[in-house]
């Protein structure tokens, strides 16, 4: 069976997601546009991630929880787990590794933790966005000690990623697959022609949205027998190098 997957969407925790993306309105949009499974990447956060999973239950839409982290190189990296409970075990590991900057709603935007019916039940103090005290193979070591999925984001773009941080894989770095983004597809893929050195590896592409127009401008469509979590995993890693 073909599913097709954005994988990359930051809710209204994350200070640089529009008020207008809660978590109800991220499940609706994303059914609306014909998406089976949705990740939901919180800059260093999860807190939207669960009642995001309930909502797409109800539509049949299947939610992967997790958070866009961003590690001490300040590379950001998709990071999905595969129950709450180690969700709630990744939230306190990444609770222990920030660096507390308090949040400057008006220079950077709300972090708002919500509810079902849209109530706001927190806002997180710190701001999200900054780097965490964790290096990369640190984090993705962890990761995969939880059982969770592990893909570093964007490696395409100018800041924040895997080829602007560091401009090479390190040979220690396991992944799932790497994302492009959105953007990469319009260029006609010519970062991977010119940075050859990053392209044996399968890929996902997802929109990256901040802002409801914005969700699943650009999706991945991954082969299954049925969802799962270990169903999707697989996924990722099966075949040649090919963008998914």
């Not at 590991?93 to 708002?112: C, I, P, S």
Request: charged fraction near 20%; charge should be negative; glycine fraction near 6%.
């Amino acid at each position: 069976m073909q599913f097709r997957a954005d994988m990359h969407i930051h809710s209204v925790l994350s200070p640089c997601g529009d008020l207008e993306m809660s978590p109800s309105a991220i499940v609706a949009t994303a059914r609306e546009r014909g998406m089976d499974i949705i990740g939901l990447t919180d800059h260093n956060s999860t807190l939207n991630a669960d009642v995001t999973r309930r909502l797409g239950e109800r539509v049949g839409l299947h939610v992967l929880m997790g958070a866009e982290v961003t590690t001490k190189e300040e590379v950001h990296c998709l990071c999905f787990m595969p129950t709450t409970e180690k969700l709630a075990e990744f939230q306190a590991y990444l609770d222990a590794h920030v660096v507390f900057f308090e949040n400057d709603v008006d220079k950077f935007g709300y972090q708002l933790v919500v509810d079902e019916e849209e109530n706001v039940l927190d806002m997180v103090p710190h701001l999200l966005i900054n780097a965490l005290d964790l290096p990369m193979l640190k984090l993705q070591q962890d990761v995969y000690a939880m059982g969770g999925i592990f893909i570093p984001a964007h490696i395409d773009r100018p800041t924040f990623s895997l080829s602007s941080q560091l401009g090479f894989v390190p040979s220690g770095l396991k992944f799932h697959a790497m994302e492009l983004s959105y953007y990469c597809k319009r260029d006609g893929y010519k970062f991977l022609e010119d940075c050859p050195w990053f392209s044996d590896f399968n890929f996902i592409q997802s929109s990256d949205a901040h802002y409801v127009p914005d969700i699943a401008k650009i999706h991945s469509v991954l082969e299954m027998p049925s969802f799962s979590f270990d169903n999707f995993k697989d996924a990722l890693r099966q075949g040649e190098p090919v963008i998914l």
